[in-house]
């Protein structure tokens, strides 16, 4: 077994596996200079959630006095770079999961059923790291907030976010 390639994508359960499962907080590595990669995954989250999960996360995070809803009422002001905003934080919490995955030809996993990561990695004869999941991965499968839902939510994924939907869905 030679390498497993994970990218940790915000608000997809990354503080988890990044820490617990590999046991450490990570590394940066040039696409460019990979060792040879014997299991390449990452973790897909309904866009719709993780938008919601990702502005409640960034508001906790920075002491922001706006409410979800009020950045749902002007994504499109924070969306692009704003220098009132300037908070890379923010942006790698909203940024589309397809930029972290277009790279590499991962095996994706839904975000709520990753016990199938679990058995991938079982298969590949990682029963350590197999083990660890089991005992630390509990992902609640229900929906982070009542804006999930929302038309203003619906509408941002789709202008938004549409590849993650995709990606998504081959999930499923």
């Not at 029963?127 to 929302?150: A, I, M, P």
């Amino acid at each position: 077994m030679n390498g497993v390639l994970y990218p940790s994508i915000p608000k997809n359960s990354s503080s988890v596996w990044r820490n617990r499962v590999f046991g450490s907080p990570g590394s940066t590595v040039n696409i460019d200079q990979l060792p040879d990669i014997s299991f390449a995954f990452a973790i897909i989250r309904n866009p719709h959630d993780r938008l919601i999960s990702g502005l409640g996360e960034w508001i906790k995070r920075s002491n922001r006095s706006e409410s979800v809803e009020q950045i749902l009422d002007d994504f499109d002001y924070y969306a692009v770079w704003h220098q009132s905003v300037n908070d890379l934080n923010f942006y790698a919490h909203i940024m589309p999961q397809q930029y972290f995955v277009e790279e590499y030809d991962f095996e994706l996993f839904e975000f709520t059923k990753q016990n199938q990561i679990a058995t991938r990695l079982a298969e590949k004869n990682l029963k350590v790291l197999c083990d660890r999941v089991t005992q630390s991965v509990n992902v609640d499968v229900f929906k982070t907030h009542e804006f999930v839902d929302d038309e203003r939510t619906q509408d941002i994924v789709k202008r938004y976010y549409q590849k993650d939907v995709e990606l998504w869905m081959s999930c499923q």
